[in-house]
């Protein structure tokens, strides 16, 4: 895994064909740059950004802010049920995860002034976010 994200750079340095995009373990990871994309074309206003622990802890209360936002109905009430949940074949060693805190850091941080979000439990394992229950 570790050897796949350092040779990364050099795999998707050529013109990126949605073949090569597989590749891309880490450049998919820089939202901001994805989000700065976005706010090019639209207010920010008009954007609602979710995050994923929000969803994965809190989904109906989640859920609920995003019909508000798109000013529809909510839905019924939906069973907080997860579903295909399989486990990580392996947990990511103390290496990896230092290597991709290092990656990452710095975009976790402008990730957090650019949507005024706390990401500290992205921080709190070596700057990662938490994994899913199983791992």
């Not at 050897?3 to 073949?19: C, F, N, T």
């Not at 590749?23 to 074309?41: C, I, P």
Request: charged share 35%.
């Amino acid at each position: 895994f570790l050897d796949a994200l350092k040779e990364e750079p050099r795999r998707i340095a050529q013109p990126l064909s949605i073949e090569s995009r597989r590749f891309a373990y880490v450049d998919r990871g820089f939202y901001s740059s994805q989000l700065d994309r976005v706010f090019k074309f639209f207010p920010r206003e008009q954007v609602h950004i979710v995050k994923f622990e929000d969803f994965r802890d809190r989904k109906q209360e989640t859920l609920d802010g995003i019909f508000e936002f798109l000013g529809v109905k909510s839905l019924r009430r939906i069973r907080d049920k997860d579903r295909n949940i399989v486990p990580y074949e392996r947990t990511m060693t103390p290496e990896e995860r230092k290597y991709l805190s290092e990656v990452f850091s710095a975009e976790i941080t402008k990730l957090e002034q650019m949507l005024g979000w706390d990401c500290s439990d992205w921080k709190g394992r070596g700057g990662s976010p938490k994994p899913p229950a199983g791992d």
